[in-house]
């Protein structure tokens, strides 16, 4: 069976790798939007993670989806701290940038969770 990789994802992998051959000012557009942390020293690490990354393209084919995942990462974290609710900017960046895992629900310790679970609570009921 031929299947481009597997699935949708690898079409975002591939849009990337495409823009970035394409593209010459691509990389200097996403590193501007994303600055330089806004004020969060885990952002600021993984920005300059990224950047590194990405100067490095000997294998950049096979590290397209680690790279798409980041791109990813770094912008909704930069989102959600200018969104201005530092409880779920706080627990999303230290849930995803700072080694804790990347998956749903895996929160670190001293994190406010009654709060976001308040949040996202419907009110009224």
């Known amino acids: ?5 597997e699935g949708s994802g690898n079409v975002q992998c591939l849009d990337v790798l495409r823009a970035l051959s394409k593209e010459p000012g691509v990389l200097d557009v996403l590193f501007n939007e994303l600055g330089d942390g806004h004020g969060d020293k885990r952002l600021a690490a993984h920005i300059q993670q990224l950047q590194a990354s990405f100067k490095d393209t000997g294998d950049i084919q096979y ?12 912008l909704q974290a930069k989102l959600l701290l200018e969104a201005g609710n530092s409880v779920v900017s ?3 960046i230290a849930s995803r940038l700072s ?6 629900g895996a929160l670190p310790r001293g994190l406010d969770v009654e709060a976001i679970v308040a949040r996202s ?5």
């Open 63 to 74: 590290r397209a989806r680690q790279l798409t995942e980041d791109i990813a990462l770094g």
């Open 1 to 5: 069976m031929n299947s481009t990789w």
């Open 90 to 92: 706080d627990a999303f």
């Open 99 to 104: 080694g804790g895992g990347r998956v749903y």
């Open 121 to 125: 609570t419907p009110q009224g009921f």
